[in-house]
């Protein structure tokens, strides 16, 4: 999981003790450092903007990013006692690969999608594979519906997947011309290679950081003094995990190689970013501001499906997240949020283009018309659904 700015290559094979000091301080890591730094300075601001900044880390943290950690640890911790490699699945399902590629879309986050478009890069599933699982995906935003709106994630996920899988089958038909990439096959991470201590690290602090966000779910008040260890899990965590991603060497994302607590230290690490990022947008222009964006978007409602879709166009998990906050906070209607998910590729868009950038093009286009035969028609039949 990555940010949009991190992103350059993900052909080069790059291993362990190719990572040289000059490496740690490229000019990639140096923007990350600048933006950890800041939201850093942020968070120990004296006065309001410090304590709403420090709030919104906390949520984040427990709202969103524990329940990720959760997810990834148990998804790769699963992957690696049965030694289950996707991609050999995928390469051999003939019929399924469809289907498949749209569940491996549909799963939270961006890994299944980039499994996909590597296999189709190599020759090993047809381009309705690779329309399935970019349609079906909605990335890392996924993570985060789930975790606040769970009702609305039950909705958008399944529908996601139904629309994958009929748009891979309509292309598969439809489309006569071969867009591979003559079977090139490429790296998609570097190779972390050991469990460092900080994955440890985070690994700890997300337990209770987990505990403290399921206590939220059950609505149970977490009360002296227990909300100022919550307040101290929660920053510390975040300040880790700002921590990993800011020296990360990743650029796409983690080596199925690396171990389960690694994997699920660097990929959250990755997420969390983007959700910190969206919460304080959101609320430093209500708060210091006084815009009211509810009136804001109300004015332009027929065009914010529309509006929607095309930032879903746009690589990266960033804006899409930004998008499924605006959803929670109730700000747009569902039919843009299902408009979004259906348009938008995540990171899974980065590694597309880098591998083959027509069948990225083509691929984002075609995943556009079913986006807005869907979010039309639930603006038009259902304008209150899941609001």
């Given at each position: 999981m990555t940010s949009t700015a991190d992103v350059s290559t993900v052909s080069t094979v790059v291993t362990p003790t190719e990572f040289t000091a000059t490496d740690?301080?490229?000019?990639f890591r140096l923007r990350r450092l600048i933006v950890a730094m800041t939201l850093l300075t942020l968070a120990v601001w004296p006065g309001e903007l410090g304590s709403l900044t420090r709030g919104l880390m906390v949520d984040a943290y427990v709202q969103v990013s524990a329940f990720v950690a959760a997810t990834l640890l148990l998804f790769y911790g699963t992957e690696r006692l049965f030694r289950f490699d996707i991609g050999t699945v995928l390469s051999q399902a003939r019929g399924w690969q469809v289907p498949i590629a749209a569940l491996m879309g549909a799963t939270p986050g961006c890994g299944g999608a980039v499994v996909v478009?590597?296999?189709y890069s190599s020759g090993h599933v047809g381009f309705g594979a690779v329309v399935a699982t970019l349609t079906a995906t909605m990335g890392d935003a996924a993570f985060l519906l789930i975790a606040t709106r769970p009702d609305a994630a039950l909705v958008v996920l399944p529908l996601s997947f139904t629309v994958g899988i009929l748009s891979g089958w309509i292309v598969d038909r439809i489309s006569t011309v071969d867009l591979r990439a003559n079977g090139s096959a490429c790296e998609l991470?570097?190779?972390?290679?050991?469990?460092?201590?900080?994955?440890l690290a985070y690994l700890a602090f997300a337990a209770p950081g987990l505990a403290f966000g399921i206590a939220q779910i059950l609505m149970i008040e977490v009360t002296a003094p227990y909300d100022t260890i919550a307040l101290a899990v929660g920053l510390t965590g975040t300040a880790l995990g700002l921590f990993i991603w800011a020296t990360s060497p990743l650029q796409a994302m983690t080596n199925q190689k690396d171990s389960p607590v690694t994997r699920m230290a660097e990929e959250t690490s990755f997420i969390s970013v983007w959700v910190i990022a969206a919460y304080l947008a959101y609320d430093y222009v209500v708060t210091f501001t006084g815009v009211d964006l509810e009136a804001l978007f109300s004015s332009v409602a027929p065009v914010l499906p529309l509006i929607a879709i095309l930032i879903g166009f746009i690589p990266g998990c960033g804006p899409q997240v930004l998008v499924t906050t605006l959803y929670i906070n109730g700000v747009i209607p569902f039919a843009a949020l299902i408009g979004n998910a259906i348009s938008n590729d995540g990171d899974a868009l980065f590694p597309a283009i880098a591998l083959n950038p027509r069948a990225a093009v083509i691929a984002t286009i075609y995943s556009a018309v079913p986006a807005l035969i869907v979010a039309y028609g639930f603006y038009l039949l259902a304008p209150g659904f899941m609001n």
């Open positions: 740690r301080l490229g000019p478009v590597a296999a991470a570097p190779l972390i290679g050991r469990t460092r201590p900080k994955d």
